[in-house]
């Protein structure tokens, strides 16, 4: 079946910090790879997304980078921000199959 | 503008009650979803409709049931609620038509979600 495991938090970083999560995944077939992050007390919003092997996914200066031979999809964040602080999750879509499937997602504090 | 949005955005109740969670998407969405997110943050997949028609049931209880009037809406029904129900509920929706063309590389998009306590 298919399974995605992310670096475990929480994370606590300060301001214009360097933040990379860490994603793998398992899938029986060729999967799109996503990005969420739940703010406080808020919903999930995409945050970005790669259909295929070596797309890179960028928004609001994060990027990761769909890696075939390495089943990987690490998030990055050069200069993080105290707004930047929520739990961000990652998952994955195998082709013809609806459902998301969930990392455990990653707890992210920015101090000021 | 909402995208997904989702009444009531708190419920507490009493154990042995029962409930509904309503949800309404306007992006044209034809594939709509309820997500379990519990204490600890995982989120998993409860249900989801495509054009109204029942296409994923995971290993849910029978105490919840979905229902779908219209594309735009799908509501969540729970009978004889436990204090293990206790969670936060997700509606999702996405386009089917992308999976189809694109391989099921389909994007959701979510609500804000309901927050269930059962005391």
């Known amino acids: 079946g298919n399974s995605v495991t992310q670096m475990e938090g929480p994370v606590t970083l300060s301001e214009e910090a360097f933040l990379t999560i860490n994603c793998t995944y398992t899938?029986?077939?060729?999967?799109?790879l996503f990005w969420y992050v739940q703010y406080p007390g808020e919903g999930l919003q995409l945050l970005l997304k790669a259909t295929k092997a070596d797309d890179k996914g960028s928004n609001k200066g994060f990027e990761a980078t769909y890696r075939k031979e390495t089943t990987s999809f690490h998030l990055e964040k050069g200069s993080v921000q105290v707004s930047d602080s929520a739990v961000y999750f990652c998952a994955l879509s195998d082709p013809g199959d609806y459902k998301l499937s969930f990392g455990a997602g990653t707890t992210v504090t920015v101090r000021a | 503008d909402t995208a997904v949005s989702q009444t009531p955005k708190y419920l507490v109740t009493q154990m042995g009650n029962d409930k509904s969670i309503k949800c309404e998407q306007n992006?044209?969405?034809?594939?709509m979803y309820w997500y379990k997110q519990d204490s600890k943050k995982f989120l998993k997949i409860m249900f989801s409709?495509?054009?109204?028609?029942?296409?994923i049931n995971e290993t849910v209880p029978n105490r919840f049931s979905p229902k779908s009037p219209d594309k735009a809406h799908l509501n969540l029904h729970i009978n004889s609620l436990e204090l293990g129900d206790s969670a936060v509920y997700f509606c999702?929706?996405?386009?089917?038509?992308?999976?189809?063309?694109?391989?099921?590389?389909?994007?959701?998009?979510f609500g804000p979600g309901t927050r269930l306590t059962v005391l």
């Open positions: 999702a929706s996405s386009q089917a038509s992308e999976t189809k063309t694109s391989g099921g590389r389909h994007t959701q998009y």
């Open positions: 992006l044209g969405h034809d594939t």
């Open positions: 899938a029986t077939g060729y999967p799109s």
């Open positions: 409709y495509n054009n109204k028609e029942l296409i």
